[in-house]
């Protein structure tokens, strides 16, 4: 096993790969900016070495300085989280130079299933369904008119390197399409450095449906079940719940099985996951993408799988085949996420950094879990994503499940800033959700509207 790892990665994910390789026997070294000194991961790691000022792209998505502080203190690996630089094929295949093994597929892999659009041929080429789409790269409105037209509206624009939601657009008709399709390239050349977009028909009434995947060098792929994480807001998760209610026993089996030949395909290493769109109309599903890395939901796929999926990532990259096999994998009641953000729902949740004055986390009682890097007098930094803790709980049944999590919202207290712990707890407690009723469209056109009426 690696004597000693690096943390590319700040916040919640940073303390859960610390814990985890603790238990692993495994020495850790946080990186950290100017503006996270005082951070939790900073604290509980073995080593600490700043990498930069607190702008991301000077210290968190520094390739250079994050490898020199590698070789600095020794560091055999690096594990990149989620976000920053967890799915750039150029800094999997520096460390790859570097003999530092990066903790997630290989560097062509990402490059192959990174990519939108390469990740659909290939798909094609697995015999996993696609939804009707361009062929290829789409650059002008011109091309966009003309495919829009032959696959039929409402259309989905993306961004072809895209991800976390940028890029993204839904265009009902023609007259939309021109400005809709401008703003979605400019978005994605500012956020990704890649203009290039596809066309895919819209599914609607949707559901997001993910499969959580593992494979080794050995050649063994496995599935970890699926995720629902249809509770979206402009295109970002909310809240992902396990398994989804939404599935049956026969199209559970084919949606995994699915997933699993996907990996197969592109004989893929450590975690990943396989994101579908499934039709409720027909009960027909599509690939969507896939994540080439830990995924922010992760722990409710862990409670109902009892699967470490984080040091499951540390040993196939160690070399090591999966201490799991298919059939040993089994699935056990219902778990539910729902994501703690620094922002205000009530002021179009504009992000709410500061210091937090008084801190109580809910804890106690089987099956509630809380990934945080927050305590009392930290103060949280404005310049990165404003998720601040993740609630998880595990009940026998989905009611139960929901029943914890509500208990576990109320607990949760903060002061000093302003969460959207009070939100979670309205969207937990919807008669629509509670039922199970939902679809990608119901928190932005059914529960938001009603939500900021009442206020």
Known sequence: MFNKILIANRG???VRIIRAARELGVGTVAIYSTADRDALHVHLADEAICVGPARSTESYLNMNNILSAAVATGAQAIHPGFGFLSENSKFARLCEEMNIKFIGPSAKVMDMMGDKINARAEMIKADVPVTPGSEGEVHTTDEAVKIAEEIGYPIMLKASAGGGGKGIRKVNNVEELVPAFEAAQAEAQAAFGNGAMFIERMIFPARHIEVQILGDSQGNVIHLGERDCSLQRNNQKVLEESPSVAIGHTLRNEITAAAVKAAQHVSYENAGTIEFLLDESSGKFYFMEMN????????VTEFVSGVDIVKEQIRVANGNELSVKQEDVTFSGHAIECRINAENPKFNFAPSPGKITNLFLPSGGVGLRVDSAMYSGYSIPPYYDSM???????????FEALMKMQRALLEFDVEGVITNVDFQLE?????????GDYDTSFLGNV????YQKED
């Open 292 to 299: 080439t890395r830990v995924q922010v939901e992760h722990p």
């Open 427 to 435: 969207l937990i407690s919807d008669p629509h959700v509670v039922a």
């Open 388 to 398: 601040i803790a993740k609630v998880i709980v595990h009940g026998e049944n989905r």
């Open 447 to 450: 529960f938001l509207p009603e």
């Open 12 to 14: 919640e994910i940073a």
